[in-house]
Each structure stands twice: as structure tokens, then as C-alpha cells.
């Protein structure tokens, strides 16, 4: 039988999990021998020893294909905090105690974390622990059902099993063995957050989940694994065995299907976007000139989007507009704008446009962003009595909207965003005239 993966299995992205159960004994072994040498406390070992057996429980429940429960989460957690006795706890009177921990059990206490500034962190409460996890594995398996991509969905489990903090303790662990579960289950790596390189942007992006935008948490985990995935693809490399070479090609060949396909779907979907828009131009430019033809004013109009001559049109706009809004917008890969241009001749030769730019968000493949502005001129005076015409950047919406092929109906809420981006540019062109 042909030992190399058919254009089927490449398709389907299938890797064989062998090399990744390698890798965590290769890495697992040198964590042993460190700990000989005395360079890892016993404490330490034993946390790791706990969480590599947990990793080992993963792939026993993938292999066997058992659907994500509650008693397999709570198994999860007895398995992570098998050495860990006690846990802070806050009692009725919010007195701070050491409270022996019950493993794979809810939580009997609050725990709620006082932030730096003095705030309270509020999870879940006890009480209403059960109906939320119930709740969580049903959108769950809702979203597995509708195809979410994977580190959309182990950003989003993760970020929300959080939010419940359904354990007295150990519940940052239980969030990370979930997600690895997820990336797993897609034959992925295992999720590895490392403490010194990613905990700041790990919190960061929590903290941002926190406030609705799981974006960031996303770009995160989908940065880890691709990071590790390349290199695990080295080492295979340098073991320079034929069977791991083989292997390491087809991991290769799976990045750059995944990352072709995200590409494709979402300039598929930004396609769709810019005719929305440009439909939205159109109606708006023939509401305008019907206003403005009733009160006796000439207005010239014009919708038009971005050809090959046209290309590098908006750059600074776009780029300092992303800039406010806190991402880096890549103008380097596909983008598309549509704008509608604004002219009272009559007036004076100030002209005004009403830009919607669609463009890549960041490095993450498929992931993308839409801005809306309005760039006009202002006549700036000058000595001697002249004056110098400056281009103006006004936004248009308090935030990018961003949007990827794994989301929900993007067109709808597209379409929502723009309307309200539309009418609040136009009530910056009005107060300008």
C-alpha cells in the first residue's frame, strides 16, 4: 500500500498525529532529565507531570471519538490539579482563606479575583454554574454543526469557559487543555502558551475578549500554532528520516493549502462586500442628487472603486486610520475600496470622498477589516494671500468592522455597520460646507 497521503487526505488537512505524540515525548523526556539535574523543583515537575498526563487523557478521548461533556471536563480538571491540594477562596463575609480544593467539582465559593486598580473581577456564580456549562457545550456543539474555523473556535471556548470560572481553581488550565482539545481534534499541535514570550498578549487578548473582541485572542492562538507547526517541520527535518520527511512535507503542504483557501474565501467574500457597498454609493448618490436638484443646487457625484491604475490609492488614509483604531492594516495583499465623491462646483473646488476600504487585518490569513471615511479639503491660508488645499481623514465609525469567512452572516452585519458609517460621514460633509 502506498505509504504517502493522497490529494484527498491533503485536502482534508490530515497529518498524522504520531509525530505530534513524538514531539511531546521527545519534549517531556528532556523536562525529566532536567529535573535529575536539579534544574526543575519537585513542585514543578509534578504540575508538568499532571498536565502531561492530561494531554496524554486528550488524545486517548479524540482517538476514541468521545463528544465534549461535563464529566469529561470535570475528569480534565481532576487530572490538572492531581497534586494540588488547597486553593484561595473568598468566604460569604469576603474574608480571603486557603480552602481545600475538590477536584471535578463546581466551585461552592466565589471566586472572583481583585483586579490591580482595586476592581472586582466577577465570574459566574456558584449557583449558576450548571446551567451556564450547560449552555456552553450547546452553542458548542452548535458551532461544530456550522463548520467554525478551528482557532475561532478554541479562542471562543476557551475565552468563555473562562468567563464561567465553573472550578474553585485550576480553571486557566482546564481553558488551555479545552483549546488544545479543539486544535487536536483539526490534528493540530497542542496549544502551547508560553509564559515569558506570550503572557502579556495573552492577557491583553483576554482582556479584549473580556470587551467583546475575541479577534485578538484569535490571532494569538492561530500565531502559536503556525509558529510551532513550522517548527516542528524543522526538526522533523533534521532527523532526515524518510518517513518524517514525508510527513514534514505533507504538514508543509497543509499550511499553504489552509492559508491559500483562507485567502481565497476571503477575497471571495470581500467581492461580495464591495458590491454591497457600492450598491449602498449608488442608492445614497441618487438621494443626494435628488435633494439637491429640489432646492436648485448643482451637485456632481461619482461612484467608482479601485482598477490596477489605482491601486495604491487611500494608502495613508487607510493606514492612519488603522492606526487609530489599533491594528496594522496590510496593503500589501489583496484589498479592494469603493468611494463616492462629493463636488458643489458652484461653491468652491473643494471636493470631498466617502471611502470604504476592505483590506487585510493584520498577518493572519482570511482575516480582514472594512474602515469608512471621509477625506475632504480644507484650504489652509497662507501669507501673501494664497492658500494651500490639505486633505482632511474624518472617520466615519468608532471601529473597523472585521470579518472573516468563519463568521456568522457577515453580510448583515456588514450591511448595519455600513449604513450607520454612511449617514454619520455625511453628517461630517454637511457641517463642512
Not at 322 to 338: C, H, I, P, V
Not at 382 to 397: D, K, N, Q, R, T
Request: contains cysteine; negative net charge.
Amino acid at each position: 500500500m502506498d505509504a504517502h497521503p493522497s490529494s484527498a487526505q491533503l485536502a482534508l488537512g490530515i497529518v498524522d498525529r504520531g509525530v505530534t505524540e513524538t514531539l511531546i515525548d521527545l519534549g517531556f523526556e528532556h523536562i525529566r532529565q532536567a529535573h535529575e539535574k536539579g534544574q526543575i523543583s519537585k513542585d514543578a515537575l509534578q504540575l508538568i507531570e499532571d498536565q502531561h498526563e492530561t494531554l496524554d487523557f486528550v488524545f486517548q478521548v479524540i482517538k476514541q471519538d468521545r463528544e465534549l461533556s461535563l464529566s469529561y471536563i470535570r475528569e480534565l480538571h481532576q487530572l490538572l490539579t492531581r497534586h494540588q491540594e488547597s486553593s484561595e477562596a473568598v468566604d460569604q463575609f469576603g474574608t480571603k482563606l486557603q480552602a481545600p480544593l475538590v477536584k471535578g467539582e463546581w466551585k461552592k465559593l466565589p471566586n472572583n479575583p481583585t483586579l490591580p486598580d482595586g476592581r472586582i473581577h466577577e465570574y459566574c456564580p456558584p449557583d449558576f454554574v450548571q446551567d451556564e456549562m450547560d449552555q456552553l457545550l450547546k452553542w458548542h456543539r452548535e458551532h461544530e454543526s456550522q463548520g467554525v474555523d478551528v482557532e475561532v473556535e478554541a479562542a471562543w471556548l476557551h475565552h468563555r469557559f473562562t468567563q464561567i470560572h465553573p472550578f474553585q481553581d485550576g480553571n486557566g488550565r482546564v481553558a488551555r487543555a479545552l483549546a488544545t482539545m479543539i486544535f487536536l481534534q483539526k490534528d493540530y499541535l497542542p496549544l502551547v502558551i508560553r509564559d515569558v514570550e506570550h503572557r502579556e498578549r495573552y492577557l491583553d487578548a483576554l482582556a479584549d475578549a473580556d470587551m467583546g473582541n475575541l479577534s485578538s485572542l484569535v490571532n494569538l492562538f492561530a500565531d502559536v500554532e503556525t509558529r510551532d507547526l513550522n517548527e516542528a517541520i524543522d526538526f522533523l527535518r533534521s532527523l532526515r528520516g524518510a518517513g518524517i520527511q514525508r510527513i514534514a512535507a505533507s504538514a508543509a503542504e497543509r499550511v499553504k493549502l489552509r492559508q491559500r483557501t483562507s485567502e481565497e474565501e476571503a477575497r471571495q467574500l470581500t467581492e461580495r462586500l464591495l458590491s454591497i457597498a457600492q450598491d449602498r454609493l449608488t442608492e445614497v448618490e441618487g438621494e443626494l442628487l435628488l435633494q439637491f436638484e429640489h432646492q436648485g443646487i448643482r451637485l456632481q457625484t461619482l461612484v467608482a472603486s479601485n482598477t490596477p491604475d489605482a491601486e495604491g490609492y487611500w494608502n495613508r488614509q487607510i493606514v492612519e486610520l488603522a492606526q487609530k483604531y489599533g491594528y496594522w492594516a496590510d496593503l500589501s495583499r489583496f484589498r479592494r475600496w469603493t468611494k463616492l465623491r462629493l463636488r458643489l462646483p458652484d461653491l468652491s473646488e473643494a471636493q470631498a470622498n466617502l471611502v470604504v476600504s476592505l483590506h487585510h487585518k493584520g498577518t493572519t490569513a482570511g482575516l480582514m477589516a472594512g474602515t469608512c471615511f471621509l477625506s475632504s479639503t480644507t484650504a489652509i491660508d497662507l501669507e501673501g494671500g494664497e492658500s494651500l488645499a490639505v486633505w482632511e481623514v474624518i472617520p466615519a465609525a468608532d471601529n473597523a468592522f472585521t470579518y472573516s469567512t468563519s463568521h456568522r452572516d457577515p453580510e448583515s452585519g456588514f450591511r448595519t455597520w455600513l449604513d450607520d458609517a454612511i449617514e454619520r460621514a455625511l453628517d461630517r460633509w454637511q457641517a463642512t460646507i
